[in-house]
T-cell receptor, first 116, second 114 residues
Framework: GAVVSQHPSWVICKSGTSVKIECRSL??????MFWYRQFPKQSLMLMAT?????????EQGVEKDKFLINHASLTLSTLTVTSAHPEDSSFYIC????????????FGPGTRLTVL | AQKVTQAQTEISVVEKEDVTLDCVYE???????LFWYKQPPSGELVFLIR??????QNEISGRYSWNFQKSTSSFNFTITASQVVDSAVYFC???????????FGAGTTVTVRA
């Protein structure tokens, strides 16, 4: 159990375009999902917390207009990188909190974004 | 202030050697949770263990063991008889009660050579 998927696994786009990344909990309902960003050889940095049916909570320094998060259902959260630029190139990872173990997060496989 | 410190950036060992990864945390909460995750080259984080602040009992799972000491705010991880498949980046993380956000350490890259 506790499987989280992400789609796409990798994406290459041109500067100025928008990219949507999906995060799904496959076998459980996730009331809370999290979005992280990881640069090469660095740790994970939390970008935002996404609760189903409400607005996402962004961490300090994360532009909410640039990184749009929607958590429309208990099994799906999406991150849209708007007007992407090369500096947005990174590994984006989502996680979901499984209520049965409320404080344990299960992670998706990540999405590698490259902006040309 | 950094909440989780993993002082070892990289560790390289020969297969079958034991390797211990250090993790020191900082929190003012009395209720908190500590985690270890493994990130192999594929990138996907794999959950290894969760420990709450009231449970200082050490744990062993196969070749993995964890030593939690509140007195020194440490939650160290040992891989016994390491194998090449253990090569990965290992992250220690802290979650404070009611928050559920994870603060990750910088990670320790473990390379096990055959």
């Amino acid at each position: 159990g506790a499987v989280v998927s992400q789609h796409p696994s990798w994406v290459i786009c041109k500067s100025g375009t928008s990219v949507k990344i999906e995060c799904r909990s496959l076998d459980f309902q996730a009331t809370t999902m999290f979005w992280y960003r990881q640069f090469p050889k660095q740790s994970l940095m939390l970008m935002a917390t996404s609760n189903e049916g409400s607005k996402a909570t962004y961490e300090q320094g994360v532009e909410k207009d640039k990184f749009l998060i929607n958590h429309a259902s208990l099994t799906l959260s999406t991150l849209t990188v708007t007007s992407a630029h090369p500096e947005d190139s990174s590994f984006y990872i989502c996680s979901a909190r499984w209520d049965r173990y409320t404080d344990t997060q299960y992670f998706g496989p990540g999405t590698r974004l490259t902006v040309l | 202030a950094q909440k989780v410190t993993q002082a070892q950036t990289e560790i390289s060992v020969v297969e079958k050697e034991d390797v211990t990864l250090d993790c020191v945390y900082e929190t003012r909460d009395t209720t908190y949770y500590l985690f270890w995750y493994k990130q192999p080259p594929s990138g996907e984080l794999v959950f290894l263990i969760r420990r709450n602040s009231f449970d200082e009992q050490n744990e062993i799972s196969g070749r993995y063991s964890w030593n939690f000491q509140k007195s020194t705010s440490s939650f160290n991880f040992t891989i016994t008889a390491s194998q090449v498949v253990d090569s990965a980046v290992y992250f220690c993380a802290l979650s404070e009660a009611g928050d559920y956000k994870l603060s990750f350490g910088a990670g320790t890259t473990v390379t096990v050579r055959a």
